[in-house]
């Protein structure tokens, strides 16, 4: 039996709670459908879910909850926890496993692999309802404050997320040590619903995905454009500074370059399919590197040419599946702010660390104050499948690269199995100004490609030797990325990166003259404004532009006319009259030229 623990909900840990919250829905779940096979029930970040396959009907379909369906299965969550039911541990042999859960084939399937690999076999039971479970959970269902649940949702998931295996239906819940923090993460959900790209994304008139050309291949509207323009500007004299050298590839290459490089036993199933003409077949390329490689191959090369720092925004084509497609996060074509640096060994580390720097300037202007750096290595298990069978370079790498993190004190995590083929590598998360997190950058060493290639140099000896290479990519694609900024920003992008810097408004249609004229000066000195001519009240014109968050608003009428002025409005409400255009003009240059966070 487990062991009481009398904490209140505030002393009792999150997973807890939230991983006895998903058998407390189990439970209600079958008491009010019978039915019902059980399938999991995991906590996940911010909450907990459980997959069920309530069976078909009559006419052979499969049953599904309804979202009406959730307000009386959380009423009888909120009773079973009002019970005070203990959590009670225990454990079986096989053959009482499998005669508890008879009916359940999804827990049988489980206790079988269980057996098969002799590990102890475990349930928990609260009042009536018994699961297959390892724990932990809470000592008794009254640690957990009722009016701190919710059910939120339903969703399909295939089980096991197998595709050939039967769709289960999945109730989302959060669970929480209190009704307060429920309401904070209910507002936060609220506000990341308002910030979701994909809404901004068509509202701000940034991009659209139409069906005829293709899911996951996003249009990019003049807004979005701009977007694209401005970042691609920022990394072009971040890398100027940095001594990188521009390169553009072709979008398509013979079979044998990805067979050479790898990608295609590696990467095939997420490379679009062949195409064959006169004889040889092409791919679309879903990496930069392999053109890349080409570029250095092309002439002899010495230590003195090193290290070679090679960029370009290229576009990449990758076949994701359907289902994992999701706005601008999750893409099938997209542009990547790339390069490639070949060095010698002893030069790795201090590229890697010029490469960590450049992150983190990118993070300090953005103001992206959380993330964190992961580094992914390879698993044994995995050499020769999944990574490049070549354990004493992989051992080397990865130690080469853990060094460099500690010295220069940057924090940073270590995951298996998580590596590219070619070598390990750093991977970024960054979360936004909500708390959202993103998978973004990556930092990689590649000691699989160069000799693949033949990328050789003289050095110091006058031998050849084999260039090292790190791919790297600060800030990932312009599609991942810009879908960030969306959201860190909530649209209200700073001045040097909107689409739209400065909207001039004319009260009535006598000034719209002179509104012209001013937005002509404004576009002559650089700053992207236009003049709103509609026939609207000034009102409504001053709703739209806030609407599409226009930075700074210029309203003019019969006194600024008068008096060669304008009057400024911000997006935020603070306005100034009486400015010259003059003085308008020299502060919004400074603002975009410094990249100023703020107006």
Not at 4 to 28: F, G, K, M, S, V
Not at 82 to 110: I, M
Not at 294 to 318: H, N, Q, W
Not at 363 to 385: E, N, Q
Request: charged share 25%; with cysteine; hydrophobic share 40%.
């Amino acid at each position: 039996m487990s062991e009481r623990n009398n904490a209140p909900p505030e002393q009792l840990d999150l997973y807890c709670i939230r991983h006895t919250a998903a058998h407390i829905l189990a439970q209600a779940v079958t008491e009010l459908y019978p039915e019902a096979k059980l399938a999991i029930g995991p906590p996940i970040e911010n909450g907990f879910y459980y997959d069920f396959d309530l069976g078909v009907d009559a006419a052979g379909n499969r049953r599904a909850f309804k979202p009406d369906d959730l307000p009386q299965l959380e009423k009888r969550v909120r009773q079973i926890i009002a019970g005070n039911h203990a959590l009670v541990y225990r454990e079986l042999s096989v053959a009482e496993a499998q005669h508890l859960f008879q009916n359940q084939p999804y827990k049988l399937e489980l206790i079988a692999e269980l057996a098969q690999a002799g590990e102890v076999i475990s349930t928990y039971r609260q009042d009536s309802f018994e699961d297959l479970c390892r724990g932990p959970h809470a000592a008794h269902t009254g640690q957990i404050a009722p009016d701190a649940v919710r059910l939120m949702s339903i969703a399909g998931a295939y089980w096991r997320g197998d595709k050939s295996q039967p769709m289960l239906q999945r109730i989302y819940g959060t669970a929480w040590h209190n009704k307060q923090e429920l309401r904070q993460h209910l507002q936060l959900l609220e506000e990341a619903r308002q910030r979701d790209h994909r809404k901004l994304g068509r509202d701000l008139e940034i991009f659209i995905i139409d069906e005829e050309i293709g899911p996951g291949l996003p249009l990019w509207l003049p807004n979005g454009h701009i977007l694209r323009e401005e970042l691609e500007k920022l990394a072009r004299e971040m890398e100027d500074a940095a001594g990188y050298a521009r390169v553009s590839t072709p979008h398509i290459a013979k079979e044998a370059l990805y067979r050479r490089s790898g990608h295609l036993p590696y990467y095939e199933d997420e490379m679009y399919a062949p195409m064959n003409r006169e004889g040889a077949t092409y791919y679309l390329r879903p990496m930069n590197c392999p053109f890349h490689h080409k570029i250095f191959a092309s002439k002899p090369r010495s230590y003195r040419d090193l290290p070679l720092r090679l960029s370009e925004y290229g576009t990449v084509y990758r076949y994701e599946q359907s289902g994992s497609l999701f706005g601008l996060l999750r893409v099938r074509g997209q542009t990547q702010n790339d390069a490639h640096i070949y060095c010698a060994e002893s030069q790795l580390a201090s590229e890697f660390i010029a490469v960590m720097d450049l992150y983190r300037r990118y993070f300090d202007l953005f103001g992206i104050k959380k993330y964190v750096m992961r580094l992914s290595k390879h698993s044994r298990a995995g050499l020769g499948k999944k990574y490049v069978d070549d354990e004493p370079m992989w051992l080397k790498m990865e130690a080469l690269i853990r060094q460099v993190m500690l010295s220069e004190h940057i924090p940073f995590v270590e995951a298996a199995d998580e590596a590219a083929f070619y070598g390990p590598k750093i991977d970024v998360q960054v979360w936004s100004a909500i708390g959202r997190e993103f998978s973004l950058a990556t930092n990689q060493v590649d000691f699989v490609q160069p000799p693949r290639f033949d990328l050789t140099f003289t050095n110091q000896h006058g031998n050849p030797e084999t260039p090292l290479c790190i791919h790297r990519a600060p800030l990932g694609s312009h599609e991942r990325f810009i879908g960030f900024l969306i959201e860190h920003y909530a649209g209200h992008f700073p001045v040097w990166l909107a689409p739209e810097q400065v909207r001039v408004i004319p009260i009535t249609d006598a000034h719209q003259a002179y509104a012209a004229q001013l937005a002509a000066h404004l576009r002559q000195a650089g700053i992207r404004a236009q003049a709103m001519m509609s026939s609207e009240r000034m009102s409504a014109k001053v709703r739209q532009a806030q609407h599409m968050k226009v930075p700074y608003m210029v309203i003019v009428g019969d006194q600024e006319m008068a008096e060669e002025t304008i009057s400024v409005r911000e997006r935020h409400d603070r306005q100034q009259s009486g400015v010259s255009l003059a003085a308008f003009i020299e502060h919004v240059r400074q603002v975009i030229d410094g990249r100023e966070p703020e107006l």
